[in-house]
T-cell receptor
Framework: DAGVIQSPRHEVTEMGQEVTLRCKPI?????LFWYRQTMMRGLELLIY????????DSGMPEDRFSAKMPNASFSTLKIQPSEPRDSAVYFC?????????????FGPGTRLLVL | EDKVVQSPLSLVVHEGDTVTLNCSYE??????LLWYKQEKKAPTFLFML????IEKKSGRLSSILDKKELFSILNITATQTGDSAIYLC????????????FGKGTSLLVTP
C-alpha cells in the first residue's frame, strides 16, 4: 500500500511568489490534515478536512494561506504571496473514521524555503 | 487552550542505557494520547493510549498513561544508536476530528 504522498519534496522560492504543495492521502482515508513544523513552534495543525470538506481552518496563519480538497485523493495547500517566515516543513497526514482510529499517517513532508 | 509539555527537551545517553521520556497535558474532552518517532523525515506512529494504567509494549519500547495525573511516559530499554530521534507526544480531543495537538518533542541522542 502506498502511504501518503506529497510533492514537491523540496521547494525553494523567492518572497512574493506563489507556492503550491500537494498531497495524496492513503486510499480509503476520509480525514486529511495539513501540519507545519518549525524549530520554534514544533508541529502545528493548519487545517483538516473530512470527506473533502474543510472542518477547522483555525490554524491557518493568515489569508495568504489557503487549502482545497477537490476530491478524496487530492489536496493542495497554497501560499500566496510567500514570505521568509513561511519557511518550514509542511506535512500532510490522513486517517480513516472508526473507533480508535485516531492514528494518523504522515507523508514525507515538503521542505519549503522562502528567500 | 490545550497544552502538551514534553520533558526533557533533549537527552544524550550511551548505548544500553534506559531512558524515560515524559509528556504532560491539559486538554478539554481528552480522547487519546499518541507517541510518534521522528527521524529525519515524517513522524512514524509508536503507540496510542486511551486508558489509564494499561501498558503498551513494542519490543524495547513501552508506554503508559495516567489520566488522573494527566501524563504519559515512554520508556526505552537497552537503547541503541538507531533509537536516536525526536520523540513526539500528541493528544486528541473528541470534538476536533481527532486532530493531533503536539508537544515540542524530546530529542534523544544515543551514543555508541
Amino acid at each position: 500500500d502506498a502511504g501518503v504522498i506529497q510533492s514537491p519534496r523540496h521547494e525553494v522560492t523567492e518572497m512574493g511568489q506563489e507556492v503550491t504543495l500537494r498531497c495524496k492521502p492513503i486510499s480509503g482515508h476520509d480525514y486529511l490534515f495539513w501540519y507545519r513544523q518549525t524549530m520554534m513552534r514544533g508541529l502545528e495543525l493548519l487545517i483538516y478536512f473530512n470527506n473533502n470538506v474543510p472542518i477547522d481552518d483555525s490554524g491557518m496563519p493568515e489569508d495568504r494561506f489557503s487549502a482545497k480538497m477537490p476530491n478524496a485523493s487530492f489536496s493542495t495547500l497554497k501560499i500566496q504571496p510567500s514570505e521568509p517566515r513561511d519557511s518550514a516543513v509542511y506535512f500532510c497526514a490522513s486517517r480513516r473514521t472508526g473507533p480508535f482510529q485516531e492514528t494518523q499517517y504522515f507523508g514525507p513532508g515538503t521542505r519549503l524555503l522562502v528567500l | 487552550e490545550d497544552k502538551v509539555v514534553q520533558s526533557p527537551l533533549s537527552l544524550v545517553v550511551h548505548e544500553g542505557d534506559t531512558v524515560t521520556l515524559n509528556c504532560s497535558y491539559e486538554v478539554t474532552n481528552f480522547r487519546s494520547l499518541l507517541w510518534y518517532k521522528q527521524e529525519k523525515k515524517a513522524p512514524t506512529f509508536l503507540f496510542m493510549l486511551t486508558s489509564s494504567g494499561i501498558e503498551k509494549k513494542s519490543g524495547r519500547l513501552s508506554s503508559i498513561l495516567d489520566k488522573k495525573e494527566l501524563f504519559s511516559i515512554l520508556n526505552i530499554t537497552a537503547t541503541q544508536t538507531g533509537d536516536s530521534a525526536i520523540y513526539l507526544c500528541a493528544v486528541t480531543h473528541s470534538n476536533s476530528g481527532y486532530a493531533l495537538n503536539f508537544g515540542k518533542g524530546t530529542s534523544l541522542l544515543v551514543t555508541p
